[in-house]
């Protein structure tokens, strides 16, 4: 089952990339340059294993297998976009092999597309024990990205370009992904497995043909087998009190993200093709006074909210829960500084503007303060955007307590606009929501990615004086028009609901948006 994905584990896929960033060029290589083993003098996907045996640490009877069986791109990057025309539509998939500056592109049959997130079943998964007992037999969506990738060319590409992941939420309308030329990516990132007291197993991973045939993958690199040799993760009673297999704070993504002054740019093979995007850093460009010119400013939309529910808080309230996404259709990215007003927990937020990577104005825009509450502890910016509650004649029936953002790009929406950012973290756009004792913080919005909170709690709306009925859940962001951006004719959205039931059992009933039912988990859809 895909888990919901909450804000914690958005920050962390978002973050990633942050506190590593690699330099990330085109090779240039020269006729008689070696490369590595693998190599077939013309564009292939090979699925290649890195052992023959693999050491697996299980914990209270449960395996995790970490990245051992990789997809590897020989002597070409391979780029796939997957869009849709809209959100009831069928997702379109392309694959496109990139030799130097000539890019072949096809498209995939609609049967073998798994919506944002790669190819339907495309990974077949079996584990059997020593005497041909089946352990498990999986089929998995294959995504052609990752989050760990390695070098298998000598004169490939010397670091990531495209995204981590691959999918979005249930609003994302464009993703791009890919693999980079002489790179790998892990066939599967998440393999984990009740061990059913075996201590050895064999593990096969076979890619389906239909999906092969696609990739062009040869016949003999369509499978992998590796032995596995089953551990105790925890000998001796040795992971007592430590809380299991490692917690992320809420915005443990936050804790190394100091001011980078130089960062490497994206460059993708065969030139930028529009999606190359100059870090932030580096000298200013010249800084004029006056209105910021367009080819500068964000473009900011709200989407529907989801992810709705009801519960009885912890003070005895009921109340309406929901998810809420803001997103930078761009082309320029949402960048916003904070510095300290003297010894005051206060800053003045400053909007700046860019043109190719360069700073080119700046407009005071607001004030951050500093939230000191668990899982915050750190410098929020305040009215970016606000949640309400509107009855049939949009009368606001109850407001989130939702006041400030720690902004960050959490969720790809579209990455086929024109200046989308695939890698924020190397392009200076990850966001540092500071310390109690910063001095100066920045919180940006690359252009194609939004910010989704779950408000949930004190953030969630009250429902103790709504009564049963049809309402509105209306999104703003940047309400009072503090941030400049291209227009804010886009900047509300609504969903209907309907709330029901009594007090301390309140309902809610969520009609599908547009032919999609976002109150399922992102991922079960079918």
């Known amino acids: 089952m895909v888990k919901p994905r909450t804000r914690t584990r958005q920050l962390a896929s978002a973050g990633i990339g942050l506190v590593a960033a690699a330099l990330v060029v085109t090779a240039t290589v020269s006729a008689n340059s070696g490369p590595a083993s693998g190599s077939t003098g013309k564009g292939t996907l090979k699925l290649v294993a890195a052992a023959d045996t693999v050491e697996v640490e299980a914990y209270e009877g449960t395996a995790y297998v970490q990245p051992s069986v990789w997809l590897a791109a020989y002597d070409a990057a391979f780029e796939f976009h997957a869009s849709h025309a809209a959100y009831d539509k069928p997702v379109k998939l392309t694959k496109t092999v990139i030799r130097g ?20 079943d495309g990974l077949r998964v079996t584990l059997k024990n020593k005497s041909g007992k089946v352990i498990l037999d999986q089929k998995r969506p294959l995504c052609p990205g990752g989050y760990d990738r390695q070098r298998v060319q000598t004169d490939g590409a010397t670091g990531p370009v495209y995204p981590e992941f691959c999918g979005g939420n249930w609003f994302t309308k464009g993703v791009l992904y890919g693999i980079e030329r002489g790179m790998a990516v892990p066939a599967v990132s998440d393999l984990e497995f009740q061990t059913k007291g075996e201590t ?17 993958l040869p016949k003999a690199s369509r499978t ?36 980078r002054t130089v960062v490497p740019r994206e460059s993708l093979e065969g030139g930028d093709n529009g999606r190359g995007r100059l870090p932030l850093g580096g000298a200013p460009g010249e800084i004029k006074p006056g209105k910021p010119k367009k080819d500068t400013l964000p473009d900011l939309i709200s989407l529907p909210a989801w992810q709705i529910s009801t519960e009885v808080d912890e003070g005895g309230t009921d109340r309406l829960n929901f998810a809420a996404n803001e997103w930078n259709a761009g082309p320029a ?68 307590g939702k006041q400030s953002w720690c902004l960050a790009p959490t969720d790809p929406v579209d990455l086929t606009v024109p200046g989308a950012t695939l890698r924020p973290g190397q392009t200076g756009l990850e966001s540092a929501c500071g310390e109690k004792s910063a ?17 949930a709690q004190t953030q969630a709306f009250d429902l ?28 509300i959205s609504y969903r209907t609901i309907t709330i029901g039931g009594k007090a301390g059992a309140r309902t809610v009933k969520v009609p599908p948006y547009q032919g999609i039912d976002t109150e399922t988990w992102w991922g079960e859809e079918e």
């Open 464 to 491: 103790s004086k709504v009564k049963n009925g049809t309402y509105r859940i209306k999104v703003t962001v940047n309400p009072d028009g503090n941030l400049y951006e291209r227009t804010r004719s886009n900047n």
């Open 333 to 400: 990215p949402m960048v916003v500084e904070g510095f300290r007003r003297g010894t005051s927990p206060v800053m003045d937020a400053y909007q700046m503007f860019y043109r190719d990577g360069k700073q080119v104005g700046t407009k005071k825009t607001g004030t951050m303060e500093f939230h000191e509450a668990p899982e915050h502890d750190h410098w929020h910016f305040l009215d970016f955007a606000k949640y309400e509650l509107i009855n049939a004649k949009d009368k606001v029936v109850s407001t989130s």
């Open 439 to 455: 001095l100066w913080l920045r919180e940006t919005m690359p252009t194609g990615w939004g910010d989704t909170y779950n408000q």
């Open 101 to 120: 500056k000539k890019r072949t592109t096809t498209t995939a049959p609609a049967s073998i597309v798994d919506g944002m997130k790669g190819f339907k």
């Open 224 to 259: 992998a087998k590796q032995n596995l040799v089953i551990v105790d993760g925890c000998p001796e009673g040795g992971c007592e009190g430590e809380g299991g297999m490692g917690i992320m704070a809420a915005h443990g993504a936050d804790d190394d993200q100091g001011a």
């Open 200 to 216: 050895k197993l064999t593990m096969t991973m076979r890619i389906s043909k239909p999906v092969a045939d696609f990739l062009g």
